[in-house]
């Protein structure tokens, strides 16, 4: 059985934690920024926890991480 392959692009965006949980970067905070106020940009600085609907998949795609 061959090895499986890890998606490359998953795992620039994906860091797993030292519980085993998936961390990612939020979306929307590159550019259009001047219509959105200082607050929502502040907020979208924050990495936040994977949503337990796509940690399956995520896993999937992420054999070794």
Not at 21 to 48: D, F, G, P
Request: no cysteine.
């Amino acid at each position: 059985m061959p090895k499986m392959k890890t998606s490359r692009a998953a795992a620039k965006r994906f860091k797993i934690t030292g519980t085993g949980k998936l961390k990612r970067n939020k979306a929307y905070k590159r550019h259009i920024l001047t219509k959105k106020t200082t607050k929502k940009k502040r907020e979208l600085r924050h990495a936040v926890m994977t949503d337990a609907t796509n940690v399956k998949n995520m896993k999937k795609i992420l054999p070794y991480i």
